[in-house]
């Protein structure tokens, strides 16, 4: 299965410390994308690295991707409390449907 | 319109009883997806459409499950005989095409089976 697997599954931190998540998946992929969850509704996308790059930057988040090891990092620096929600990793493999891991469940506390 | 739109948005219904789930997508996307997520859980991929037709149906849990997609546009995701297993929430995504690198996601249809 293609399917990504994020790490951990919960993380709590205090406000204005960076939280990193991680994904690892199994087959070779396209890109590679984050996306976040608020209350169980509809997913937002952040950010998308290509399997031809090594690591990207979108405001107050860092993404890396090591194809050898098949496995991608979500950096969000400097958390703030609305950065509480679920993020899910999804693996694009060219022209099949994205999948999507179970998701790291993110608390920042104030 | 603005984004992917969904209805309803919360879905009470009795076990045994039939439920339609629609959805909007963006206007001019052509590909649309279903999604189902279970509580605290990761999404489970159902079917997706290109156009109206659906090249991979795979993902539906079983035949009492069937989706639709009439003039390129807005899809009826169908549950026949609900049981109580289908409790979960059902998202619906469109981007530009297939292969397009972004889906968008409406809100989720949250239905419960009693």
């Known amino acids: 299965s293609q399917q990504g697997e994020e790490d951990p599954q919960a993380l709590s931190i205090q406000e204005g410390e960076n939280a990193t998540m991680n994904c690892s998946y199994k087959?070779?992929?396209?890109?590679l994308q984050w996306y976040r969850q608020n209350s169980g509704r509809g997913l937002v996308h952040l950010i998308l690295?290509?399997?031809?790059?090594r690591e990207k930057h979108s405001g107050r988040l860092r993404v890396t991707l090591d194809t050898s090891k098949k496995s991608s990092s979500l950096l969000i620096t400097a958390s703030r409390a609305a950065d509480t929600a679920s993020y899910f990793c999804a693996t694009s493999a060219g022209n099949t449907p994205l999948v999507f891991g179970k998701g790291t469940r993110l608390s920042v506390i104030a | 319109g603005a984004g992917v739109s969904q209805s309803p948005s919360n879905k009470v219904t009795e076990k045994g009883k039939d439920v339609e789930l629609r959805c909007d997508p963006i206007?001019?996307?052509?590909?649309l997806y279903w999604y189902r997520q279970s509580l605290g859980q990761g999404l489970e991929f159902l079917i997706y459409f290109q156009g109206n037709s659906a090249p991979d149906k795979s993902g539906l849990p079983s035949d009492r499950f069937s989706a639709e997609r009439t003039g390129g546009s807005v899809s009826t995701l169908t549950i026949q005989r609900t049981q109580q297993e289908d409790s979960a929430v059902y998202l619906c995504a469109s981007s530009l095409s297939q292969g397009a690198e972004t889906q968008y996601f409406g809100p989720g249809t949250r239905l419960l089976v009693l």
């Open positions: 690295i290509r399997s031809n790059e």
């Open positions: 087959t070779s992929i396209n890109n």
């Open positions: 206007s001019g996307h052509t590909a």
